[in-house]
């Protein structure tokens, strides 16, 4: 068993190009076995890049990253975490409880209808839809789907690529208190987001992630005090105005 002190995520010096653009430079980061995390940054700053290269899906150019101490490029190393990408889709053709189903086989855990019942009430979605075909499902049910086979799959590690994409506020209050009862349980929780409140909420740390570097990397109250801004939103966005930032800072 690992000790609890082992890292969940590490990355060193991790570089990817797509022909000359830099996608990600030089990317030191670790992320704390049982904290929650959140990787913030505008449109194309890399957060999904570095969740691909991560999940093996994009082989970075250079450095290393290792999940729970084994590298990433190693199938074992994906058996410690559950993800959802941002542009999820379930197959069209199975219903609800078909594909909560299948990714249960697929995440190697016991199946019970009671508790995928259970999962999807607790994310404001009917458990009639397990019964429906995932083709007549709006997103934002689609999304709730995808969310609850991540939160069933039993991992000690959740990769979520904007996990409150296409949620109504009620279902993304639902998530928020179904991810803070998994960070209680001692899971840990990586994910991107937009939503810089909920990062403010919910997160021990975050990093903030601008044209493929690493700008700040601490808790919300350190970077707003690092801005002296009010709110998490102007310190983020005085954060990525600073043209001469430190490649990292820690907190």
Same mark, same amino acid.
Request: aromatic content about 6%; some cysteine; hydrophobic content about 45%.
């Given at each position: 068993?690992?000790? %609890?002190?082992?890292?969940?995520?590490?990355?060193?010096? !991790?570089?990817?190009?797509?022909?000359?653009?830099?996608?990600?430079?030089?990317?030191?980061?670790? !992320?704390?076995?049982?904290?929650?995390?959140?990787?913030?940054?505008?449109?194309?700053?890399?957060?999904?890049?570095?969740?691909?290269?991560?999940?093996?899906a994009?082989?970075?150019?250079?450095?290393?990253?290792?999940?729970?101490?084994?590298?990433?490029?190693?199938?074992?190393?994906?058996?410690?975490?559950?993800?959802?990408?941002?542009?999820?889709?379930?197959p069209?053709?199975?219903?609800?409880?078909?594909?909560?189903?299948?990714?249960?086989?697929?995440?190697?855990?016991?199946?019970?209808?009671?508790?995928?019942?259970?999962?999807?009430?607790?994310?404001?979605?009917?458990?009639? %839809?397990?019964?429906?075909p995932?083709?007549?499902?709006?997103?934002?049910?689609?999304?709730?789907?995808?969310?609850?086979?991540?939160?069933?799959?039993?991992?000690?590690?959740? !990769?979520?690529?904007?996990?409150?994409?296409?949620?109504?506020?009620?279902?993304?209050?639902?998530?928020?208190?179904?991810?803070r009862?998994?960070?209680?349980?001692?899971?840990? %929780?990586?994910?991107?987001?937009?939503?810089?409140?909920?990062?403010?909420?919910m997160?021990?740390?975050?990093?903030?992630?601008?044209?493929?570097?690493?700008?700040? %990397?601490?808790?919300?109250?350190?970077?707003?005090?690092?801005?002296?801004?009010?709110?998490?939103?102007?310190?983020?966005?005085?954060?990525?105005?600073?043209?001469?930032?430190?490649?990292?800072?820690?907190?």
């Open positions: 068993m690992l000790p %609890v002190s082992a890292p969940a995520l590490t990355c060193e010096a !991790v570089s990817k190009r797509f022909g000359a653009a830099h996608a990600l430079d030089a990317i030191d980061l670790q !992320v704390r076995s049982g904290e929650c995390f959140g990787l913030v940054g505008m449109n194309g700053a890399g957060k999904t890049t570095l969740i691909r290269c991560l999940l093996d994009n082989r970075a150019d250079a450095g290393s990253i290792t999940i729970f101490g084994t590298d990433s490029r190693q199938t074992a190393a994906r058996s410690q975490l559950a993800f959802l990408p941002e542009r999820f889709s379930a069209y053709y199975a219903t609800g409880a078909d594909f909560l189903r299948l990714m249960a086989h697929l995440y190697r855990h016991p199946w019970s209808a009671a508790e995928a019942s259970h999962q999807v009430s607790l994310l404001d979605l009917d458990p009639a %839809v397990l019964g429906r995932v083709r007549g499902l709006s997103k934002g049910m689609t999304q709730k789907l995808g969310l609850a086979a991540c939160l069933l799959a039993g991992r000690p590690l959740l !990769v979520l690529d904007e996990p409150t994409s296409g949620l109504d506020p009620a279902a993304r209050a639902r998530l928020k208190a179904a991810l009862e998994r960070h209680r349980g001692g899971s840990t %929780v990586f994910f991107t987001s937009h939503a810089l409140a909920d990062v403010d909420e997160c021990d740390r975050l990093a903030v992630l601008h044209q493929g570097r690493l700008r700040f %990397v601490g808790t919300p109250a350190q970077l707003r005090e690092c801005h002296a801004a009010p709110t998490l939103e102007q310190a983020f966005l005085d954060c990525i105005a600073v043209a001469a930032a430190p490649g990292l800072a820690t907190g």
